[in-house]
């Protein structure tokens, strides 16, 4: 017995080294980046926290835009005279109208406040479910759901001509190919036509999805803390590092445009349809 306690006891009469994290002083940091880049760096989580604000605005935005979208695409492709005529100047009305004053009727005229209650209530619940984790759900204002449903509505415009031209690209052959074994109509669109039109969207998304991520920024003028909210938000605090503070947002907003269209390139290639391209 005291035999297997020895190796114990020599292991206890040699504790590891504690590991040690050096942190920079706020002397060395203005020395070393001068103090307006300084100042950039001490508040980099604020400016980081905007930037979660904007990638979950453009989220929802697209989303929003995808789910409305690709059915108005689908009907001005397959509908009749009339769904096909009021999608069509419901999408010219939204293309034609800028998005600032689409942001602005969505916070001060739409009835908001509907639409929080139930998603601050489903959040709750996830907020419930995910408590004995380390994630959790963030709050949920007015002014985010306002900014989702302009931006995302102004989204879907222009999502349903990138998904139009996707499905009128299908060859009308496919459809009577698979009409000719025996699928309906709908069928066929279903299980032939929309799996090649969704690959085929993919080059038009990016693009798209570059505009959404950009126009987040016009949120400002509702009050949403994103990038640009929280940027003006420092720089009016220290005016001398308005330009670093610029330069910092620029950079993470290129970070995330480059990120996801790399991204978005390679799911291109990947699920292209053989064949095409080459």
Known sequence: MEALLAPVETVAAFPLPELAVAV??????????GEDWAFVYRNRWHLLGGAAVTVALTATSLLLGFL?????GAIETYGSGYSRSLVRKLGVLLRGTPILVIMIYAFFVLPIGI????VVAVLEGLDSLLAPTPLAVPA???????????????SAAYQSQIFRGALASVGEGQMRAARSVGMSRLGAIRHVIVPQALRRSVPGFQNEFTI????????FAIGLGELLKRSNDLFTQQTTAVLEIILAASLIYFVLTFGTNRGLD???????IPGEGT
Do not use: M, N, W
């Open 24 to 33: 920079p002083s706020e002397e060395a940091v203005d020395e070393v980046l």
């Open 68 to 72: 409305a979208g690709f059915p108005a």
């Open 115 to 118: 639409v929080v209650g139930p």
């Open 140 to 154: 949920v204002g007015e002014a985010f759901v306002a900014a989702t449903i302009a931006l995302g509505l102004r």
């Open 212 to 219: 959404v991520l950009k126009d987040t920024s016009i949120a």
């Open 266 to 272: 390679y799911a291109s290639e990947r699920y292209a």
